[in-house]
């Protein structure tokens, strides 16, 4: 007995000395210091908008970002699943929120446009990528979509199964949405960017008067492989400094 658990214990000792391993914990401790929240980058985009109304999917903790948010109208969607309280305005998945506003069952959203949507759900590239075609049917032709989680430092960080916290990057979660917004990306009639802080914070937007934004004509990663993703982050995500967000306007 006391053998098996010295050799699981010595195995333990191993993997965590591993460099991989090593390094993929501090690639996480490194994004956490940088400098940079996607509450401020999202109160700095309603200050270019008419900001009347603000949308959140996924919430969890309204203190997190929620809260801090300055707008007129603000209106938040989540199913609690996470929470022992639910405190969001709607309390649906953002595929029945969506359901139910396209039929006109939220009277009190009838015709509402919005100046920025924030999404931060279910981090599956699938469940992201619904949500970013539903959310540009209701945003302002001014208006904005920020993602979170779009630049996950390593594959540990963006694996698809949140359940699974033995690796590096312990319960730190990006999942796949890089994938969803790096397809997005590709859409003609969007121009977009990631500021490179708080694990990537996407923007979408039908502007294209502002420069620090591009558009990716060429779908150079066509099977959406992390490896490419790591060596490519720049073109793949228009990586934008923090301290460029001046600088949007």
Same mark, same amino acid.
């Given at each position: ?53 603000? +949308?959140?999917?996924? $919430?969890?903790?309204?203190?997190? @970002?929620?809260? %801090? !948010? =300055? ?5 938040? /969607? ?45 981090? +599956?590239?699938?469940? $992201?990528?619904?949500?970013?075609? @539903?959310?540009? %049917? !209701? =945003? ?5 979509? /920020? ?58 937007? %039908? ?43």
């Amino acid at each position: 007995m006391i053998k098996n658990l010295m050799a699981i214990y010595n195995k333990g000792k191993q993997i965590k000395s591993d460099p991989i391993y090593k390094e993929s914990k501090s690639a996480g401790i490194r994004e956490r210091q940088k400098v940079g929240k996607r509450t401020d980058i999202i109160n700095h985009l309603l200050t270019l908008t008419n900001n009347q109304n603000y +949308l959140e999917i996924g $919430v969890r903790n309204p203190d997190d @970002n929620f809260n %801090k !948010i =300055i707008c007129k109208n603000k209106y938040s /969607v989540d199913p609690g699943l996470e929470n022992e309280k639910n405190l969001a305005t709607f309390q649906l998945t953002s595929d029945s929120f969506f359901a139910k506003l396209f039929s006109n069952q939220l009277s009190n959203l009838s015709n509402v446009k919005f100046d920025v949507v924030f999404i931060d759900g279910l981090h +599956l590239a699938e469940q $992201v990528d619904r949500d970013i075609a @539903n959310a540009l %049917k !209701i =945003i302002n032709e001014d208006g904005f979509i /920020v993602l979170h989680d779009c630049n996950p430092p390593d594959e540990y960080y963006a694996r698809e199964d949140y359940s699974y916290a033995n690796g590096p990057s312990g319960s730190f979660w990006n999942g796949t949405t890089w994938k969803a917004f790096y397809r997005s990306r590709h859409f003609s009639n969007i121009n977009s960017g990631c500021f490179d802080c708080d694990w990537g914070v996407g923007i979408l937007t %039908k502007r294209s008067d502002i420069k620090l934004f591009n558009n990716l004509s060429v779908l150079d990663n066509p099977f959406y492989e992390f490896s490419k993703l790591k060596l490519n982050r720049e073109k793949h995500l228009n990586l934008i400094s923090y301290q460029k967000l001046h600088l949007l306007k």
